[in-house]
């Protein structure tokens, strides 16, 4: 063993991949562990936001002493829950402990085993800590709230969507993913119903500031000042950047710093992409939001890639680091001078937990097309056809993205993609938010 892992690596390192899941919610990651762990006997099960808690900063020490009252290590089911996962999947896990410096002769068949272990390991030491219950708690006023605490509302995420299949990018040298969703039930001409509903609970999350509460703004006051974004001149892909904001807080706890559509005491359109601050307990990146949605695949993702080159060449020739990307005047117009300060500080780069080469979250919208017959045939016949073409899809985003990533030398950066084909990208795109705030 060359390093340890914690529990919120742990939980990033398998969320895409447990068998029984129903999507792929850190919250509900986090519960599947606790009830294979304590062979099902863990109850009552911690609400939802204490599960998220849990991923975003560790399994308390009351929790984990619980688990091991529970069981023991020889008794869990934990390992024959890991021996579920798929041999590829596990061969990716296998990889990326590798990678990741976790163990240096790790293969596709001890992970199970090793998984086990670490998981222990972490029980292990969150039962052993010293009870800091008489130690002063932090409101939700401290520049905690602005770093700590998701603000998106994904209760509905496992409703709306369906995750086909979740790879890596083997040119990427530093963490990536790359996300295949379809929309719910996964049969076309897609239904959005659900994804209108997801979208219109995250509108006001969307638009308002860091440090602002949303009880303090009206939906209606945030429809206007996303209406007046769609009027600013900025190129119209509104519902994109609204997802990238979703898939991001909601799959990598991703925190946005600010968006381009921002309200504080004041209402105004930002002339830059999104920032989001991810932190997995040991390392914290700085990640650049952007989105396209395209009637073409292909065009989407050159389009999308064409984002990313523009915002490198507009700043230098030189490599682009992570603090580059940040407007401090518009963290400190947010929750005030001190907890901006608060953040800029985290920000500085150091040796051990700053990531300094910026990061990229990205969310590619684009038409679903196929010479596959989806109508003569069953629901389930056809939602295997569906499921198989955005696989293929995956497969060629994944070729595409790598040669352009290789040609700007991005290898160092972090990318976390999604996929999302719609029936109709462009058209059905600006449909949802016409129906929504009425542009």
């Not at 109850?43 to 009252?69: C, D, E, Q, V, Y």
């Not at 596990?90 to 001890?110: E, H, P, Q």
């Not at 065009?299 to 992570?322: C, H, I, P, T, Y």
């Not at 595409?400 to 990208?425: E, N």
Request: include cysteine; hydrophobic fraction near 35%.
């Amino acid at each position: 063993m060359v390093k340890k892992a914690n529990f919120i690596y742990l939980i990033d390192l398998i969320n895409p991949y447990l068998p029984d899941a129903t999507g792929t919610s850190k919250e509900e990651t986090v519960r599947l562990i606790i009830t294979h762990a304590s062979n099902g006997k863990y109850a009552p099960m911690p609400a939802p936001s204490t599960l998220n808690g849990f991923a975003a900063t560790g399994i308390s020490r009351a929790a984990a002493k619980k688990i091991l009252k529970l069981t023991n290590k020889e008794t869990s089911s934990l390992e024959e829950y890991f021996s579920q996962i798929g041999e590829d999947q596990l061969t990716r896990i296998a990889n990326k402990l590798k990678k990741d410096g976790i163990s240096t002769d790790v293969y596709r068949g001890r992970v199970p085993a090793l998984l086990v272990k670490l998981f222990n390991d972490v029980f292990d030491k969150a039962a052993s800590r010293k009870n800091k219950r008489k130690q002063k708690i932090p409101t939700q006023k401290s520049e905690d709230k602005i770093t700590s605490v998701k603000s998106v509302s994904d209760e509905m995420f496992a409703s709306v969507f369906h995750q086909v299949n979740v790879s890596e990018m083997n040119v990427v040298k530093n963490r990536n993913l790359i996300h295949a969703f379809v929309l719910k039930p996964e049969l076309l001409p897609f239904s959005y119903k659900n994804l209108r509903e997801l979208v219109l609970s995250n509108i006001t999350n969307y638009a308002v500031a860091r440090g602002v509460e949303k009880t303090d703004v009206s939906g209606l006051k945030a429809g206007r000042v996303l209406r007046n974004y769609e009027k600013s001149g900025v190129p119209s892909n509104l519902l994109g950047e609204l997802l990238t904001y979703v898939f991001l807080e909601h799959e990598e706890n991703a925190l946005k710093l600010y968006t381009r559509a921002e309200i504080s005491e004041t209402s105004r359109t930002i002339d830059s992409e999104g920032i989001y601050l991810k932190s997995d307990g040991e390392k914290t990146q700085l990640i650049l939001g952007a989105s396209q949605l395209n009637n073409n695949l292909k065009n989407a993702v050159d389009n999308v890639v064409g984002k990313l080159s523009k915002f490198r060449n507009n700043q230098s020739d030189e490599m682009v680091l992570a603090t580059d990307i940040v407007d401090t005047t518009i963290l400190n117009a947010q929750p005030g001078e001190e907890k901006s300060q608060a953040i800029i500080q985290s920000m500085i780069p150091n040796e051990s937990d700053f990531e300094e080469v910026v990061s990229y979250g990205l969310f590619i919208g684009y038409q679903f097309k196929t010479e596959q017959d989806l109508d003569n045939c069953t629901q389930e016949e056809a939602k295997k056809r569906c499921r198989q073409v955005v696989n293929n899809d995956l497969h060629q985003a994944i070729s595409q993205l790598g040669r352009a990533i290789q040609q700007h030398h991005w290898q160092k950066s972090s990318f976390y993609v999604y996929l999302l084909p719609f029936t109709k990208a462009e058209e059905d795109s600006h449909s949802i938010m016409e129906d929504l705030i009425g542009v």
